[in-house]
């Protein structure tokens, strides 16, 4: 399904005059061949019929079908029947090499343009229940109750996700899994109390029984900040762990950041406040942090540092800053790609550089290549494919 937020961007600039080819390229594209009825529903003041007379104009002339064949279905059956979805794209790559070619629009100035239009993320996120139930969060609006499994999954005013326990006599352990796309982050309230925050790109599982559990688990891909309630039971803390592939983290109530994200060769734990004991998940090793220190596993050493962090720099995310303190070029892409909900292709080594800097994560795309470009010889291109995804190409 296309991203709607996107969607509505292009159509507000379809509507003020302000879409640059590329952005109408992708708009007829996705016009000619989407059914999606929802969008509409949601959004009918896209559907009145000087917009859609405008929009089939533009892919009228970009299909060569003469004005009196303004059938939309026809369109789509014609892209069906004979492969013009893919005439599309090679007119959209046509297109952009004639407007370069006669000086209409200078390829440096079209790739500032779409990194500029490249957003920054925003609180999004699905729930995923074990039945196959998917819920997205994006649709539901500020004092939205929705019942999901035992609980009433309530959005606050401020954006955050809170579940709250249903009149219920059942006894169901229901599974719940929170995701952010690429692209997305959400602040949420589990069951227990504790308050986790999930940065773009990440998945967390737990169960909605967490109160009952004897110990409380939770299973974590990706980047989370938690503040662990404290729970008493019997006179003694309840402890709350946190599971990745290559560690856990146990915690009686504290503040802490665990980053585990798939793929990446370290996995970091730091402790802002309390107390945590970080243990390997194959094998005796085990680490007790005190605040202000961080837990580094390689995966490749089978190994863990103990260092202290920065605030600034380790919780940047939380702070809304990048801050690049002697990062690698592919941990500085791998962070822009989450934000950003932007794919990567590089493909050359990357190059033995580092970067130093600070810029506001609330910035676009641009700002960001701006100052990795001042620190370096490497320059960048945006581009966008015929199904709106993103490309940042590194040269």
């Known amino acids: 399904m296309y991203n709607y937020q996107r969607l509505k961007e292009l159509f507000e600039k379809f509507l003020s005059g302000n879409l640059n080819a590329l952005e109408q390229h992708e708009l007829d594209h996705w016009y000619a061949q989407s059914e999606d009825k929802t969008f509409f529903e949601e959004n009918p003041q896209y559907q009145q019929g000087d917009i859609r007379e405008k929009l089939l104009g533009n892919i009228h002339k970009e299909l060569g079908i003469g004005a009196g064949q303004p059938s939309l279905s026809r369109i789509r059956g014609r892209i069906i029947h004979y492969g013009i979805a893919a005439s599309l794209l090679v007119f959209f790559l046509t297109g952009l090499a004639v407007y370069h070619w006669y000086g209409k629009i200078r390829a440096d100035d079209q790739h500032q343009i779409a990194a500029e239009t490249v957003m920054p993320a925003r609180d999004q996120a699905l729930i995923r229940l074990a039945d196959g139930q ?68 990440s998945t967390l599982r737990f169960s909605q029984d967490l109160v ?58 730091a402790l802002v406040e309390g107390s945590v004991v970080v243990k390997c998940q194959r094998g005796a090793r085990t680490v007790k942090l005190k605040p202000g220190f961080q837990a580094i596993w390689d995966s490749n050493k089978k190994a863990f540092d103990v260092e202290p962090f920065d605030n600034t720099t380790q919780l940047d995310w939380i702070h809304g800053d990048f801050v690049f303190e002697n990062e690698s070029l592919k941990t500085v892409l791998d962070k822009v790609s989450r934000w950003y909900n932007v794919e990567i292709k590089y493909e050359k080594s990357y190059p033995d550089v580092t970067f130093y800097g600070s810029v506001s994560r609330k910035n676009s795309l641009a700002d960001v290549l701006e100052l990795l470009k001042k620190t370096s010889n490497i320059t960048f291109r945006v581009t966008m494919n015929s199904q709106g995804e993103k490309i940042l190409i590194v040269e």
């Open 212 to 269: 009952s559990q004897e110990i409380r688990k939770v299973e974590l891909v990706g980047e989370g900040l938690f503040h662990v309630a404290k729970l008493m039971e019997n006179g003694h803390k309840k402890r709350f762990i946190v599971h990745t592939v290559e560690q856990e983290v146990e915690v009686l109530g504290t503040i802490f950041n665990v980053q585990a994200y798939a793929g990446e060769m370290l996995t970091k734990t």
């Open 134 to 201: 998917v819920v997205d969060l994006d649709r539901l609006k500020p004092g939205t109750i929705l019942r999901v499994g035992n609980y009433n999954v309530i959005k606050n005013q401020d954006g955050q996700v809170e579940y709250v326990a249903a009149n219920s006599n059942s006894c169901q352990a229901v599974m719940n899994q929170v995701e952010t796309p690429k692209g997305g982050t959400i602040n949420l309230k589990l069951p227990d109390g504790t308050e986790v925050t999930l940065n773009a790109g």
